[in-house]
């Protein structure tokens, strides 16, 4: 065997769910937003967080040296803090906050991803769809506190591609926007903010609505920031110059697909945009490792669900009528993937 070659990447990923369930439990816990206030030793975070003294150490050291916490002094007077990193995007008091994709990540995913062999095998969804009938939608809107959760989750998890958007596309010549699935509207409040002549709508299923729509209030948009009902496979799209449908065409199967990206078409305006939020693959298929590990996800939610390359998308959209496509990365492994009419 050769010595330049060791088992150390293979260990890594294989209990690579170690280290995951490790910081899950943490943001379960509110660590994070607990350590906002300032530095705590062991013995206080046990007290404001119920742990059990057999492992407190085991578990905040090793969150120390998986790069989660800092910690200033040894032993039962060292002090634990926040990185720089949690800080800003784990204190749940942040505007910055991703963890709801991870509470979501640690309440439903962690343990459905336990079923990838079976899957792998069969082709099938392996979350609540295997003891519950009922489009996969139906039964998260159905549910208040599991739909809140699921915003939530979203907001964090596209913050940062809603705002590199809205600072790398100019909007500037175009007066009506339309985000399709819009969730809680935060896209829609992001440009408008930064385009003031932009009008917004935020296009989800109605029990979206009222949520939405306080949301909108707050930020003081409501003059031109708007939250309507529809269903997008069911409904007619509301006319825009720009489109957007952010974490929505990968949820869908081939032929989906193409029926959504044609509803866009026929719905943008002449000279608009569609634009397409996603975890983009690679069209050699060899580098957005989250890309395709979000595709395997999508069969693990999803009855037909898959993450496409940009080669897919450019096809899909120039069959639908659209003049040309272009890939922008965005943040992390996300790009928007654009159509021009």
């Not at 009528?321 to 654009?338: D, N, Q, V, W, Y």
Request: hydrophobic fraction near 45%.
């Amino acid at each position: 065997m050769s010595s330049e070659i060791d088992p150390g990447h293979i260990l890594q990923t294989g209990l690579g769910f170690f280290a995951s369930k490790t910081l899950l439990s943490a943001v379960e816990l509110e660590l994070f937003t607990k350590l906002a206030a300032g530095a705590l030793t062991g013995p206080q975070i046990a007290r404001q967080t119920g742990l059990h003294p057999r492992s407190l150490y085991d578990f905040l050291d090793a969150l120390v040296s998986l790069g989660f916490l800092e910690r200033a002094g040894d032993g039962p007077e060292g002090q634990y803090s926040n990185t720089a990193e949690t800080a800003a995007f784990l204190d749940k008091r942040s505007g910055a906050y991703v963890g709801g994709f991870l509470e979501m990540a640690n309440a439903r995913l962690y343990q459905f991803w336990g079923d990838l062999t079976t899957a792998l095998k069969t082709g099938k969804p392996q979350n609540e769809l295997k003891t519950r009938k009922g489009n996969p939608f139906e039964i998260l809107y159905a549910d208040e506190r599991r739909l809140e959760q699921f915003l939530r989750a979203m907001h964090g998890v596209q913050i940062g591609n809603f705002v590199a958007l809205a600072s790398k596309v100019n909007f500037s010549h175009y007066a009506s926007f339309l985000d399709v699935g819009g969730a809680n509207a935060s896209l829609s409040t992001i440009v408008a903010r930064q385009f003031p002549q932009l009008h917004c709508t935020s296009f989800d299923l109605a029990p979206v609505v009222p949520i939405a729509t306080r949301l909108i209030a707050a930020a003081g948009l409501a003059d031109r920031v708007k939250a309507v009902p529809g269903d997008f496979f069911k409904d007619a799209l509301p006319r825009a110059d720009v489109i957007t449908m952010g974490n929505i065409l990968h949820d869908w199967d081939e032929r989906q697909k193409k029926a959504l990206i044609a509803k866009a078409y026929a719905a943008v305006n002449p000279g608009g945009l569609f634009i397409a939020i996603e975890n983009v693959i690679d069209d050699a298929r060899r580098k957005n490792s989250f890309g395709l590990l979000m595709s395997l996800n999508m069969l693990i939610e999803l009855p037909g669900g898959f993450d496409y390359t940009g080669a897919q998308f450019n096809t899909w959209c120039l069959q639908a009528g659209f003049a040309r496509t272009e890939i922008l990365p965005l943040a992390g492994p996300t790009s928007a993937a654009i159509a021009y009419k």
